[in-house]
Protein backbone atom coordinates (compact mmCIF):
# COMPACT_ATOMS: atom_id res chain seq x y z
CA UNK A 1 0.00 0.00 0.00
CA UNK A 2 1.43 3.68 -0.73
CA UNK A 3 -0.02 6.49 1.82
CA UNK A 4 0.23 10.29 0.76
CA UNK A 5 0.49 12.88 3.34
CA UNK A 6 0.59 11.72 7.00
CA UNK A 7 1.15 7.58 7.09
CA UNK A 8 -0.90 8.02 10.47
CA UNK A 9 -4.48 9.24 8.35
CA UNK A 10 -3.58 8.47 4.79
CA UNK A 11 -5.46 10.54 2.16
CA UNK A 12 -5.85 7.49 -0.56
CA UNK A 13 -3.64 4.29 -0.96
CA UNK A 14 -3.37 2.04 -4.11
CA UNK A 15 -2.93 -1.79 -3.96
CA UNK A 16 -0.14 -2.02 -6.43
CA UNK A 17 -1.18 -6.14 -5.96
CA UNK A 18 -3.77 -5.69 -7.29
CA UNK A 19 -4.19 -2.90 -9.53
CA UNK A 20 -0.42 -3.72 -11.03
CA UNK A 21 0.22 -0.10 -10.71
CA UNK A 22 4.16 0.80 -10.71
CA UNK A 23 4.81 4.12 -9.36
CA UNK A 24 8.07 5.44 -10.14
CA UNK A 25 9.86 9.14 -9.32
CA UNK A 26 9.27 11.81 -12.18
CA UNK A 27 11.20 14.91 -12.12
CA UNK A 28 9.21 18.04 -11.61
CA UNK A 29 9.43 18.91 -15.78
CA UNK A 30 7.87 15.85 -16.77
CA UNK A 31 5.45 16.09 -14.56
CA UNK A 32 4.15 19.88 -15.56
CA UNK A 33 5.05 18.45 -19.34
CA UNK A 34 2.37 15.36 -18.95
CA UNK A 35 0.08 17.73 -17.39
CA UNK A 36 0.40 20.32 -19.87
CA UNK A 37 -0.65 17.52 -22.24
CA UNK A 38 -3.57 16.10 -20.45
CA UNK A 39 -4.73 20.03 -20.52
CA UNK A 40 -3.97 20.69 -24.35
CA UNK A 41 -5.74 17.13 -25.00
CA UNK A 42 -8.72 18.41 -23.28
CA UNK A 43 -9.18 21.86 -24.84
CA UNK A 44 -8.79 20.23 -27.96
CA UNK A 45 -11.52 18.13 -27.51
CA UNK A 46 -13.53 20.31 -25.96
CA UNK A 47 -13.06 22.53 -28.88
CA UNK A 48 -13.77 20.04 -31.38
CA UNK A 49 -17.08 18.94 -29.89
CA UNK A 50 -18.65 22.46 -29.45
CA UNK A 51 -17.66 22.92 -33.08
CA UNK A 52 -19.59 19.62 -33.73
CA UNK A 53 -16.47 17.65 -35.43
CA UNK A 54 -15.04 14.54 -34.08
CA UNK A 55 -11.78 15.07 -31.82
CA UNK A 56 -8.36 13.79 -32.40
CA UNK A 57 -8.13 10.27 -31.86
CA UNK A 58 -5.17 10.80 -29.51
CA UNK A 59 -6.24 13.73 -27.46
CA UNK A 60 -8.89 11.25 -26.52
CA UNK A 61 -6.82 8.43 -25.84
CA UNK A 62 -4.11 10.85 -23.96
CA UNK A 63 -8.09 11.78 -21.90
CA UNK A 64 -8.86 8.00 -21.25
CA UNK A 65 -11.18 8.00 -23.81
CA UNK A 66 -11.60 4.92 -26.48
CA UNK A 67 -12.14 6.88 -29.86
CA UNK A 68 -14.27 4.14 -31.14
CA UNK A 69 -16.88 4.30 -28.54
CA UNK A 70 -16.84 8.32 -28.72
CA UNK A 71 -17.69 8.21 -31.88
CA UNK A 72 -21.14 6.33 -31.10
CA UNK A 73 -22.27 8.64 -28.94
CA UNK A 74 -25.70 10.11 -29.73
CA UNK A 75 -25.30 13.94 -30.33
CA UNK A 76 -29.20 15.69 -30.04
Request: proline share 4%; hydrophobic share 40%.
Amino acid sequence: MIYFADARSPLSSIDLERTGVIMTRRSFASTLRGFMEVTASAISASAAVESGKQPNAQALRRLGIDPEQFGRIIRR
